[in-house]
């Protein structure tokens, strides 16, 4: 049975694997690096757990942590309408159970939940056509392109921008 909670900074070992696992497994899916998490302390993975404006679910399977996500909300008066999801991630031996889903409409509540926000960002590879699918289910919108966002070595990995309007 999975479990779906928000990560406090006692799950910063265990997050700190599953983003190494994440930029392992997919790193044109990430702007950073293996090399570059890999460098983070245990305590920089737990300052982001207790981000005031941040909110990583994950995913339990008993107590093993199977996928991630984070929501993070938009401090700036300006801004405050709108969030961001980033680093979706669900391990490869789980996929295909709703588990990618869960925990994006957990973020997505948690969205709602805060009352000001209107609309959800996020960024997707190009060619992620399952990433693309499970996004396009829940309601993003495709609403921007960039062919070159990301660089490896000298191969080019384009971005799609997508969106999700609560109103």
């Given at each position: 049975m999975i479990k779906i909670r928000v990560l406090n900074e006692?799950?910063?070992?265990?997050?700190?694997?599953k983003r190494i696992e994440a930029l392992q497994?997919?790193?044109?899916a990430f702007s950073s690096?293996?090399?570059?998490?890999m460098e983070y302390s245990i305590e920089v993975h737990a300052s982001r757990l207790r981000a005031v404006n941040a909110f990583t679910f994950?995913?339990?399977?008993?107590?093993?942590l199977v996928g991630v996500v984070t929501l993070v909300t938009e401090i700036k008066r300006k801004l405050k309408h709108r969030s961001d999801i980033f680093a979706m991630y669900v391990s490869p031996q789980v996929r295909r159970y709703g588990i990618g889903k869960r925990l994006m409409n957990a973020a997505?509540?948690?969205?709602?939940?805060?009352g000001e926000v209107e609309q959800v960002y996020l960024?997707?590879?190009s060619n992620n056509t399952a990433a693309k699918k499970l996004y396009e289910s829940i309601g993003f919108e495709l609403i921007g392109s960039d062919p070159r966002s990301m660089?490896?070595?000298n191969t080019y990995i384009g971005e799609d921008m997508m969106a999700l309007y609560f109103k």
């Open positions: 006692k799950d910063a070992v265990a997050y700190k694997e497994n997919h790193p044109e690096s293996v090399e570059e998490e994950g995913a339990f399977e008993e107590d093993k997505i509540e948690k969205a709602k939940e805060i960024t997707v590879s660089k490896i070595d």
